[in-house]
Structures are given as C-alpha cells and as structure tokens.
C-alpha cells in the first residue's frame, strides 16, 4: 500500500520532472509530505477521545479521496498517446495498433 504509492510518485516525478529540476521538486515534495505527517499527529493530540475518533478517520478519508480526485484531473489532462505509450512500457499489452 504505502510504499507502492511512494514508488509511484517517485516514477512520476522521473517521468514527468526535468532533470536540472529534480532535486527541487523532491525537496519541496518531501517537505509538503513532512508538514501534512505532522498535521496528522497535531489532529491526533487535538482529537484524543475515543468517542471522537471518527472525526480523524473522515478527514483521512477525505485526504485521499481528494488526492484521488487531484491524480485523477492530472491523469486526464495527459494526450491520450501518452497515456497509451506509458502502460505499453509497463507491460500492460496495449499497441497503438490495436486502438486506432
């Protein structure tokens, strides 16, 4: 799970970052990543009944609900052969031939 998803952005910034940019990009993504890590444990303290523990589980939900929605309109802006080209490479089976 996790760490799938951290291998996924990893390939994503590789794939899609230029490379003089690289470094830049993985900082500031580290430390966004960082900052909403420790916005979880600040919930946690702030939100420490039992009774209210649905509420950090609707925000964690949320979270990734909207992480979804974010990858999803990102997805969909690629052209459409670019889309095709990325899962022939990762051994999906789809040709360009078999589409058009």
Not at 24 to 34: D, F, K, L
Request: proline letters at 3%.
């Amino acid at each position: 799970g996790l760490w799938l998803f951290d291998l996924a952005v990893m390939q994503l910034q590789q794939e899609h970052v230029p490379d003089n940019q690289l470094g830049t990009v993985s900082g500031v993504q580290a430390s966004i990543q960082s900052f909403f890590e420790i916005l979880s444990f600040v919930a946690g303290c702030v939100v420490h009944q039992p009774e209210r523990f649905h509420w950090l589980m609707s925000g964690s939900c949320l979270a990734v609900a909207a992480a979804a929605g974010l990858y999803a309109l990102f997805a969909g802006k690629q052209p459409r052969h670019v889309r095709l080209e990325a899962g022939q490479q990762h051994g999906s089976g789809t040709s360009l031939d078999q589409v058009t």
